[in-house]
DNA sequence: CGTGGATCGTAAGTGACCCGGAAGGTGACG
DNA sequence: CGTCACCTTCCGGGTCACTTACGATCCACG
């Protein structure tokens, strides 16, 4: 399963797109804007980034930027301008392909699998997290203690995936709240004091001085090994 | 340095090519059929191949896979042939990259670049930047001096992160503060002075001769590794 | 050489905000 | 009707951002 982010302001190509890709059993998530596109992309959870770069409010280059900075994932350049010298500032800028606009769908499909075939010869994830105090079964959607397993509600699962996903980095309150709750919520953050709290208490040694589940005041969370 | 392996018949075409690489400081390998193709790119040396499938005697598919099998090495197709089916039974076949002829030089030169540049990423993933008197990890957020972890306020590391990022180069007390405080407080020059100083407090051997957080007078700030 | 102004560095104080903990209310579901 | 998960509210304690004040340094100019 390939997990493709789709980034485009032009809600029509974006279904075209997502109607071709899903078809051919990719899964796929989408962005309407830079911002956003940022936000999902450093959750890690897509394996490759096909970009639009007409956007209105923002500059393709910077975005790619930014994307690069922030994730190794491959990032496809989709775009109408055919110009050498366009294609130079936004491959310099950290994107790995670009494919100019009307593009043969089998031919982009093709390069998607090189980008993943390429980045799978990589690594192969380990979806099993071994912290100190406990374990962490990403597949299974499961979690030891001590050996015996401990049920979480689905949002603290959820909550406690992102953080194990993005092991040691930290991820900021905005994007934890917009990859549990959705982009509607961001604003809670006692959501978040809640449910960290839970899982500290199901998880953690000494739940008022956390090893594992920390909080880092004014910035977010992180999961520590 | 980058080292490129040219695969092509055709010797005008070739010169040309290697005349454009050399004038880039590149190093070229040539070879002028899929047998020497084989042992030069299995030699290790080339960091990226350019392959023109026109040859005799040689089907340019089952080239590309036998450079698969033997080697992860980027391989760039640079063919007169459009036809998104000949693209894509090529990409299939282990091909990083298709180039239509006619194509342009700064293009190429810039897709190269974008594979030289991944090859170098999977070695440094999280971009570290690591100074004399301490280490910043910024995917992770974290700051370390002397091996143990600094504790850094919000503030005082959007100063520090935007300082790193432009290692080197000198941010603007304008730009500083804009980044950091939003676009109404460009004119607060003293907080940059608090946060600053604390900085220095918190990372410098010498918090009053700084090494590595200098101030420009009258100009803005600099990050010196 | 002396002086004044601008810029910089350092040190506190204070109010606002954020965090953790606890607990109650609500709706879904069996 | 009981249970479970989710959301919401309240509160005490601690931290941090911002402010003010003052001394140091540098430079221009008389």
């Keep these: 399963m390939v997990t493709v982010l789709v980034v485009d302001h032009e809600p029509q190509a974006v ?24 936000d999902i992309a450093s959750s890690g959870k897509p ?10 409010d923002t500059d393709p280059v910077e975005l ?10 491959p990032v496809i ?22 494919v100019t606009k009307p593009f043969d769908l089998e031919e982009l499909l093709a390069r998607l699998r090189a ?3 390429r980045a799978n010869a990589e690594v192969a994830r380990d979806p099993v997290v071994i912290a100190e105090a406990f374990t962490v079964d990403l597949g299974a959607k499961r979690v ?16 406690l995936e992102v953080l194990v996903r993005n092991s ?3 991820v900021s309150h905005h994007r934890l709240l917009r990859e ?33 589940l920390i909080t880092e005041p004014g910035l977010g969370h992180r999961f520590e090994l």
Excluded at 17 to 36: Q, S
Excluded at 47 to 56: E, N
Excluded at 64 to 73: G, K, M, Q, S
Excluded at 144 to 149: A, H, L, P, T
């Design 144 to 159: 030891y203690r001590k050996g015996v397993e401990v049920h979480l509600t689905p949002n603290e699962w959820a909550v």
């Design 77 to 98: 350049v989709l775009s109408e301008r055919p110009e050498p010298t366009y294609k130079v500032s936004a491959l310099d800028a950290g994107a790995d392909d670009y």
């Design 15 to 38: 279904h075209e797109l997502r109607d071709a890709l899903i078809g051919c059993g990719h899964d796929v998530l989408v962005a309407e804007d830079g911002e956003t596109a940022l």
């Design 115 to 117: 980008f993943v075939r």
């Design 64 to 73: 790619i930027a930014d994307l690069r900075e922030r994730t190794p994932v």
């Design 180 to 212: 549990v709750w959705g982009p509607d919520r961001v604003g809670e953050l006692q959501y978040l004091r809640v449910y960290l709290a839970q899982l500290r208490r199901k998880l953690e040694d000494d739940p008022s001085r956390p090893r594992h």
């Design 168 to 170: 040691g980095r930290l």
């Design 47 to 56: 394996d490759v980034v096909v970009l639009d770069p007409a956007m209105p």
